[in-house]
Each structure stands twice: as structure tokens, then as C-alpha cells.
């Protein structure tokens, strides 16, 4: 019998993601975001949740998607991308749902949108596709190094 996945399905522009739900600390509204100078630009800043620093990325820049307006879905999908914990601005959350990974496809080379090395796979469900990203290759290396030293810069101010 085929495995379920347990995510958590959220909307960038005219398209649904799903993330394990198992990397999913939390969701928060949006709050105010503090810019850190010398931050890498899909890097909006960072915010104090309950006493922890956590860089906060912009997704729509992470994929170079066009530039949206926060509206009162805009939500911070606080999430473990080994070794780091951060928040990640979505336009909306949807729902938490299952899937068996029998309906989930390898990523097709011909998805433009964003680079396939973050994707996990495509998700097949009634009337839609969810596209799964790879929470741990969404950040290379050097952006996740570039986060180490944001969150010391945050620190010390």
C-alpha cells in the first residue's frame, strides 16, 4: 500500500505548494518584518518569535515570482530547513492535507517557474496540482551560511 504525505498546502500567486508537515513549526499572520542590512535579497529580514531571532524569506523573490501586496491572508509559515528555522511568506494557507505518495510525480524538466532542484515532486489532486518542494535544497549552501551570519548581525543590534 502506497504511503500518505501530510502537508501543508499554501498559494504563491496562481500557484498551490505543499511542504511536510512534519517541518512546519507554525503559522503566524504577518507581522513586521525588521530589514537586516547586507541581507541576500529573497531575505526580507527578521522577526522575534517568542524570544528567537528568525530570518523571514520572501518566497515570491526565492522564485522569482512578481511582487505582491500583503493582504490579510499573507501568512509567515515558520518551517525547519536543517540547520535553521525560518519563516517564509506565503499569500495564503490553504489547508493541511493528505496525499498518497502514489498520486505525487517527479518534477517535469519543463516547469519554468522555479528551479527544479528544490522540488520534491508534483502532487496530483481533484481539479489541481500541488507542487512539493524539497524544504532542505530550497537554500544552497552559501544561503544558508548568508542566514548563519544574518541571524549574528540581528543579535548584535
Known amino acids: 500500500m502506497a504511503q500518505e504525505l501530510q502537508l501543508v498546502a499554501f498559494q504563491l500567486g496562481e500557484e498551490?505548494?505543499?511542504?511536510?508537515?512534519?517541518?512546519?513549526?507554525?503559522?503566524?499572520?504577518?507581522?513586521?518584518?525588521?530589514?537586516?542590512?547586507?541581507?541576500?535579497?529573497?531575505?526580507?529580514?527578521?522577526?522575534?518569535?517568542?524570544?528567537?531571532?528568525?530570518?523571514?524569506?520572501?518566497?515570491?523573490?526565492?522564485f522569482n515570482l512578481p511582487a505582491r501586496q500583503d493582504t490579510k491572508d499573507t501568512r509567515i509559515v515558520v518551517v525547519e530547513v536543517p540547520p535553521h528555522t525560518v519563516g517564509?511568506?506565503?499569500?495564503?494557507?490553504?489547508?493541511?492535507?493528505?496525499?498518497?505518495?502514489?498520486?505525487?510525480?517527479?518534477?517535469?524538466?519543463?516547469?519554468?517557474?522555479?528551479?527544479?532542484?528544490?522540488?520534491?515532486?508534483?502532487?496530483?489532486?481533484?481539479?489541481?496540482l500541488l507542487i512539493l518542494l524539497d524544504l532542505s535544497k530550497v537554500l544552497s549552501k552559501e544561503e544558508k551560511n548568508a542566514l548563519e551570519d544574518l541571524k549574528g548581525m540581528a543579535k548584535e543590534e
Open 16 to 62: 498551490s505548494y505543499g511542504v511536510d508537515i512534519a517541518q512546519v513549526q507554525e503559522i503566524i499572520r504577518m507581522q513586521p518584518v525588521t530589514k537586516v542590512p547586507g541581507a541576500p535579497t529573497f531575505v526580507e529580514g527578521v522577526i522575534n518569535l517568542r524570544g528567537r531571532v528568525i530570518p523571514v524569506l520572501d518566497l515570491r523573490k526565492r
Open 88 to 128: 517564509m511568506i506565503v499569500d495564503a494557507v490553504d489547508e493541511v492535507l493528505r496525499i498518497s505518495e502514489d498520486k505525487v510525480e517527479p518534477p517535469s524538466p519543463f516547469i519554468a517557474s522555479i528551479d527544479t532542484e528544490y522540488l520534491r515532486g508534483v502532487g496530483k489532486l481533484e481539479g489541481k
